[in-house]
């Protein structure tokens, strides 16, 4: 299988010397290309942080990230930004949809800053549009969509430009559980039928066991790991709960 | 401690505060140096008849103030509005924290109060410095002889800035209080989150409403040019300006909407880059802004108007004089006046001898003063009037222009008598054959009313003498010396016709037996002395004279050129800082768009050209409609101002667009980087 993803011994320092906190202690772990990856931890884990280094928005104190091979970590400013739009897609817990702009033309801004031609935009977004079922509501303005409707036409935003790696920042937590299983059934067509290679960060286990691995974090550490194989949603949901129990009460409030 | 929140809250929100304290400082700066203008006019040695213009200046420009004082006071309620939006967060946190509205209101009080202060007190510092400058240009204007650099300090102007800036801060104060008094908690803390709603207009609408202003507009534009003739009274001026102002308001409302169908239906230029999302910027705040846009659109529009015309009055004005007073003194008087008792026996008997001669018996010694001297009389009776030489074409000339005076007497010259004239004041002299007549004249709309009935050939008839013209159109050329053109028609006819017609006026032209402007001031001084001798109160003689033509056109100049100055930079500041706050307040919401741009991979590169196109519109759109205006407004303005002259006014427009994009480009600069600094990443 070829690795999409690797980060090595990455360690993410907030503070200065007289009060230090580690957000990221020495992590490593790969990701497979095809993979549907779930990161859980309890709030203040380090989950979001191990994403925003992935994703470039923040800087790793030591150790290396690459993707596809390349060292991201020693990228500088528009290697960075072309980095970022050419190779992953983002998936926020707010939708971070523009409001000003309907949800065709939310979609559209991540091809045009890529120099897409018109004509092309419209027959990738008309295929997207078909996979995430929001055909109807490309007309629309993010104040007159669903939340589950938004977070699918982010969604579409993300895969567009047909990214090595989707990064979505819990992508359920802003969605009632109907529209939450609904865009997660997509996110699952996504990895199947597109290949699309999905790392997720979410506390949520109902989320997580749409997943084919889970990679559980404390206190800055990878804690568990967790392999789906050949289990049933239902089985791979109770293990997670299990290890969600053995770590301890923080995220019993999840359930 | 109420004291250290306010000035930590000042000092945290110094960037969003830059823009409106620069204004503030250039505000009491300008509005100093204009005030002071008097004491700096006080240390100038000029004659007597410039104080007078100075002091009439003094007076003008303090009126003024008290305008530029509402302009200004507007502003600022209006930019302390937008800055108290932004905190409504602060404040809301402050009122959960147990904080009573009267100490929140005087936090503000606080601010207000330091605010204004510093203010002043740099702003009169940046006015006391500039002014210095200014009194160069005031000696300048007025021609005054500096002899050595003075440093002026006005104490009134200094007052007065004091008095007026601190009665708007204190409104400012009273309308914070109102407006925190009525405050409610819940929409304080979730202002921020309340997200405008996108509402798309009709095109089909929009395009109807369009057309209909345009056409509107431009009828008004027609109504201020080709029909500027018909505007006779002040109310008909009314109606261009009402449908100009409305049509401004509904092409922007229009345009909105169809500018942003218009891009978006060019899809290859609109799916490109940030282009859409920039367009999108802009529709959606235009929507809410078309009212302030409209405002600040006419306010551009105005000041425009107001520079251009004044720096051109000005110029003109002083170009003018060297051809329109080409000698050093013409004087005159009423000849033959009826002995009904209306008037003194003296007065009758002295308006029978020639000027000459009154000033003879003045005391008042003609040859040795004078040179090049020129004696004539014109003729008018109520015999001929002006309708009777418009002949067939008054009816049509009264129907059109109702209000002019066709019941005044004609006014005749006799051929030698104007040739004698021409030929001292340069102008073409005048060869009539037989039975021939010439109308000499320079004002403009008034040659056109004649040259109406010289086409049509129209005879007039003098002591049953019928004449012909002999061009069809008039003459140019004057009989009076006057600092504007103000000659509606003088008929040139043989001298053997106006024989035995009544005598109306005699003159006197002639340039003074000196070289020195020393020499001529003294000569002057001694025709003014004649006023002494026993016999002036016999006479009605009156004079102009090369100097004080002079004094006083320099001095009306100067008036015009600094209320000029003074109405179009305030005006000009006051549009470009709103626009400017109202781009800046909305940045924290852009910072949260960019952020998101930014995090999706677009360039900084890319996003920095998004924002600079996004304020360049915005600053463009009201500035690309007033220019249109203007166009035709100036237009209006020189027909207005046609007496003064009009030559100057391409000079005059550059001059104009230089303080434009001078003020008007550095304002969009500031916001530029203002905003740029915002939406940067921390």
């Known amino acids: 299988m070829e690795t999409i993803l690797k980060v090595n011994n990455v360690e993410k320092y907030y503070g200065s010397r007289s009060s230090l906190t580690k957000a990221i202690d020495n992590i490593s772990f790969q990701v497979d290309k095809g993979e549907f990856v779930a990161i859980m931890g309890a709030s203040g884990s380090g989950k979001t942080t191990l994403l925003n280094c992935i994703s470039t928005i923040d800087r790793v104190t030591s150790g290396h990230i690459f993707v596809d091979g390349e060292d991201i970590t020693k990228l500088k400013g528009n290697a960075l930004n072309k980095f970022r739009r050419e190779e992953l897609g983002f998936i926020f817990q707010d939708f971070n949809l523009l409001d000003t702009l309907t949800a065709y033309e939310n979609i559209a801004l991540s091809l045009s800053i890529q120099n897409v031609s018109a004509s092309e935009i419209a027959k990738r977004i008309d295929k997207v549009a078909k996979e995430l079922d929001i055909k109807d509501v490309l007309k629309k303005y993010p104040y007159q969509m669903s939340g589950g409707q938004k977070q699918r036409v982010a969604s579409a935003r993300a895969i567009i430009t047909n990214p090595k790696l989707v990064l979505a920042d819990e992508p359920t937590g802003a969605l009632d559980s ?43 550490k990878i804690f568990n790991e967790l392999y789906k194989g050949n289990d049933s949603r239902k089985e791979f949901f109770d293990k997670i709960i299990d290890v969600v129990t053995l770590l301890g009460g923080d995220l019993n409030d999840a359930l | 401690m109420l004291f250290k929140l306010s000035i930590k809250n000042i000092l945290r929100s110094i960037k969003d505060y830059a823009i409106y304290f620069f204004t503030l400082v250039l505000g009491v700066a300008i509005f100093y140096i204009f005030n002071a203008i008097e004491s700096q006019t006080v240390m100038m040695n000029v004659s007597a008849s410039t104080y007078d213009i100075i002091d009439l200046m003094n007076n003008m420009l303090s009126g003024v103030s008290v305008f530029v004082a509402f302009v200004l006071g507007f502003l600022i309620i209006y930019a302390n509005r937008f800055l108290m939006k932004r905190r409504n967060k602060e404040f809301g946190i402050y009122l959960t924290l147990g904080m009573s509205k009267r100490k929140i209101s005087f936090i503000l009080f606080l601010e207000t109060l330091l605010v204004g202060c510093v203010s002043l007190v740099v702003g009169l510092l940046l006015g006391v410095v500039l002014s210095q400058f200014m009194s160069l240009l005031v000696a300048n204007m007025f021609e005054a002889k500096m002899t050595e650099f003075q440093f002026v300090f006005s104490t009134s102007a200094c007052l007065k800035t004091l008095l007026y800036f601190g009665v708007m801060y204190l409104l400012v104060m009273i309308f914070n209080t109102y407006n925190v008094s009525r405050c409610k908690l819940i929409d304080l803390l979730n202002a921020h989150k309340k997200s405008e709603k996108v509402k798309m207009k009709n095109p089909w609408v929009c395009i109807v409403v369009f057309v209909l202003s345009v056409a509107a507009l431009s009828y008004a534009y027609w109504c201020v040019t080709g029909g500027a003739t018909e505007l006779q009274t002040a109310d008909k001026i009314l109606l261009p300006i009402l449908l100009g102002s409305l049509a401004t308001f509904f092409i922007f409302w229009s345009l909105s909407g169809l500018l942003l169908k218009i891009c978006m239906s060019i899809k290859s230029f609109y799916y490109k880059g940030l282009n859409s999302f920039t367009l999108r910027q802009f529709s959606s705040k235009i929507n809410t802004t078309v009212f302030s846009m409209t405002v600040i659109c006419l306010m551009l529009f105005v000041t425009i108007c107001i520079l251009s015309s004044a720096i051109s009055i000005r110029n003109s004005m002083t170009s003018n004089l060297t051809t329109m007073v080409p000698a050093d003194i013409q004087l005159d008087k009423t000849l033959d006046l009826p002995s009904n008792g209306k008037y003194s026996e003296g007065r009758v008997e002295d308006s029978k001898i020639s000027v000459r001669e009154t000033l003879e018996k003045l005391g008042f010694d003609v040859d040795r003063y004078f040179k090049d001297i020129v004696e004539f009389d014109l003729y008018a009776s109520n015999d001929i009037l002006i309708r009777d030489t418009l002949g067939d074409v008054y009816e049509e000339i009264a129907n059109q222009f109702p209000f002019l005076a066709y019941n005044a007497a004609e006014t005749f010259i006799k ?54 013209p002999k061009y069809t159109s008039c003459v140019n050329g004057f009989i009076y010396m006057t600092t504007s053109h103000i000659n509606t028609g003088v008929f040139v006819v043989p001298d053997e016709v106006l024989l035995h017609y009544p005598r109306e006026t005699g003159l006197l032209v002639a340039n003074y037996q000196a070289t020195t402007d020393e020499e001529k001031e003294k000569i002057e001084q001694l025709i003014i002395d004649t006023s002494d001798s026993p016999y002036a109160v016999n006479t009605d003689i009156e004079a102009s004279t090369k100097l004080s033509l002079y004094e006083n056109s320099i001095g009306l100049g100067a008036m015009i050129t600094f209320i000029g100055l003074y109405l179009g930079i305030v005006f000009l500041i006051a549009s470009a800082a709103i626009l400017a706050l109202k781009e800046l307040s909305e940045s924290t919401d852009n910072k949260e768009r960019f952020t998101m741009l930014r995090k999706i991979g677009t360039d900084e590169k890319m996003l920095n050209k998004a924002l600079f196109r996004q304020i360049g519109i915005f600053f463009l759109f009201p500035l690309v409609l007033a220019i249109i205006h203007s166009i035709f407004g100036i237009k209006f303005c020189a027909y207005l101002l046609e007496t003064f002259g009009k030559d100057e006014l391409v000079k005059s427009i550059i001059m104009t667009a230089g303080v434009i994009v001078f003020i008007y480009g550095g304002y969009f600069l500031i916001t530029y980087f203002c905003s740029k600094n915002i939406i940067k990443e921390r």
């Open chain 1, 178 to 220: 109907k529209s939450a299983k609904m865009l997660l059934e997509r996110f699952d067509y996504l990895n199947k039928e597109l290949e699309a290679t999905i790392l997720m960060v979410t506390h949520d286990a109902f989320t997580a066991s749409y997943a084919t691995r889970v990679i559980f974090i404390k206190d800055g």
């Open chain 2, 415 to 468: 051929e030698s008598d104007y040739n004698k004239l021409a030929l001292l004041y340069n102008l073409e002299p005048v060869h009539l054959n037989d039975n021939e007549y010439v109308v000499v004249a320079d004002f403009d709309s008034w040659i056109q009313i004649r040259n109406q009935s010289l086409e049509k050939n129209t005879p007039i008839t003098i002591n049953g003498i019928t004449l012909t």
